[in-house]
């Protein structure tokens, strides 16, 4: 094959041989543009991917945060029954529906991790729900129950729950 070119080459007169090695390094450079062209276009994608899994990391993160302050809160306030201790409760309480809205929208494309970060909302929505009974009642001088509650590690089970979603 090799022969052949070489033989097709010699036979041509000399303007089509100036002709054609000027058009094969122009080619080269042609295919050689759109081949980094497309390898850049990649890389822009995997990189908009990387982002966007990054902000949901963080979203995840400051999502879990959020609930671990606001159980320490409730625990502290139980224990002491200072209201200082509700403060990283009530921030949190605050804080975690925006959270949880922007860390559903990063997910939303990807269906399971959706339909397990939903799962998480009602379980955060039922530990959240438990405490603010039990905070009432201890603020009305019943402590026995959220002392129980405590001890019994009903909340530590349900904050398992939720970690092991969220890894």
Do not use: C, W
């Not at 302050?69 to 409730?74: I, S, V, W």
């Not at 200072?82 to 922007?102: C, F, G, K, M, T």
């Not at 559903?104 to 990807?110: E, K, T, V």
């Not at 959706?114 to 530990?127: F, G, W």
């Amino acid at each position: 094959m090799l022969r052949r070119f070489v033989q097709f080459f010699n036979n041509l007169p000399i303007a089509r041989k100036l002709l054609l090695t000027a058009i094969i390094p122009l080619t080269a450079f042609v295919v050689l543009g759109v081949e980094t062209y497309r390898s850049l276009e990649t890389l822009t994608e995997h990189e908009e991917q990387l982002d966007r899994v990054y902000v949901a990391q963080r979203a995840a993160a400051e999502y879990m945060r959020l609930i671990v302050d606001y159980e320490t809160g409730f625990r502290g306030y139980v224990m002491t029954r200072q209201d200082a201790y509700l403060i990283p409760s009530r921030n949190a309480h605050q804080h975690l529906p925006s959270v949880e809205q922007v860390l559903l929208g990063l997910i939303r494309p990807h269906r399971a991790q959706y339909e397990t970060m939903q799962t998480v909302q009602r379980v955060v929505k039922q530990l959240m729900d438990e405490k603010e009974n039990l905070i009432r009642a201890v603020k009305k001088g019943q402590t026995t129950e959220a002392l129980q509650y405590l001890e019994e590690g009903r909340g530590r089970d349900l904050m398992q729950v939720v970690r092991e979603h969220m890894a």
